[in-house]
T-cell receptor
C-alpha cells in the first residue's frame, strides 16, 4: 500500500460526458502528479500540482483540467469524453524534498 | 529529458540473478538514474535511484558505469513476484527534485518457476 488513494477504481461512461477522478496523496506530500496509461501511448505525464499551484504540464488535452485543494487532495476533470480517452489514470505524490513518487492504484476509465 | 534505451523483454528463472540493462548515452551531470517497476494491474512503484556510485537497497542493486552512459538494475534472486515492467528513467534533480517522471516503454521481465 503506497498511501495514495484514488477513487473511483472503475468508471464507465459515454462519449461526450464529463467525469471527475479524485486522488488523496500520502500524508504530508505536497506534490501531486497525474499520469495516463493507454495501450498505444504507454505511461504519460499529464499535470503536476505543488501545494495547490500548478507546477508542470505535460501532454494534457484542453478538455482535461485539474486542481489541488487546500487539504492537498487533487481532482482530474475530463470533459467531452472520446473513445480514445479510455485508459488507466494514475495519481502519484512526493514529498517536499522530491525523490521517489508514490503511485495510487489507478482509476480505469472506459468510454463507450 | 534525456532518453533511455532498454530491451523490450527479458526472461529469468526463479531464484536466479537478473541484470536489467539501460543505456543513457546523452545523460547530463544533473540527471539522476531512477528505476521504477509496474506489477500487473498496479501502479508503478519506486525501486532505486542513483547518481554516480553503485547503490543497494532491500529490493535491488543499481550498478552505474563510470562514464554514466549506462546502468544495470540487479535483482539478486528473482521471484515470481518480480515479474513486471521495469522502467529506467533519467530525472533532473535540479533545485527541488519535484519533477515529473518520463516513462519509456521499459523492459517486461518474465520469471519462470
Amino acid at each position: 500500500d503506497s498511501g495514495v488513494t484514488q477513487t473511483p477504481k472503475h468508471l464507465i461512461t459515454a462519449t461526450g460526458q464529463r467525469v471527475t477522478l479524485r486522488c488523496s496523496p500520502r500524508s504530508g506530500d505536497l506534490s501531486v502528479y497525474w499520469y495516463q496509461q493507454s495501450l498505444d501511448q504507454g505511461l504519460q505525464f499529464l499535470i503536476q500540482y505543488y501545494n495547490g499551484e500548478e507546477r508542470a504540464k505535460g501532454n494534457i488535452l484542453e478538455r482535461f483540467s485539474a486542481q489541488q485543494f487546500p487539504d492537498l487532495h487533487s481532482e482530474l476533470n475530463l470533459s467531452s469524453l472520446e473513445l480514445g480517452d479510455s485508459a488507466l489514470y494514475f495519481c502519484a505524490s512526493s514529498g517536499v524534498a522530491g525523490g521517489e513518487q508514490y503511485f495510487g492504484p489507478g482509476t480505469r476509465l472506459t468510454v463507450t | 529529458d534525456a532518453k533511455t534505451t532498454q530491451p523490450n523483454s527479458m526472461e529469468s528463472n526463479e531464484e536466479e540473478p537478473v541484470h536489467l540493462p539501460c543505456n543513457h548515452s546523452t545523460i547530463s551531470g544533473t540527471d539522476y538514474i531512477h528505476w521504477y517497476r509496474q506489477l500487473p494491474s498496479q501502479g508503478p512503484e519506486y525501486v532505486i535511484h542513483g547518481l554516480t556510485s553503485n547503490v543497494n537497497n532491500r529490493m535491488a542493486s543499481l550498478a552505474i558505469a563510470e562514464d554514466r552512459k549506462s546502468s544495470t538494475l540487479i535483482l539478486h534472486r528473482a521471484t515470481l513476484r518480480d515479474a513486471a515492467v521495469y522502467y529506467c528513467i533519467l530525472r533532473y534533480r535540479g533545485f527541488s527534485g519535484n519533477t515529473p517522471l518520463v516513462f519509456g516503454k521499459g523492459t517486461r521481465l518474465s520469471v519462470i518457476a
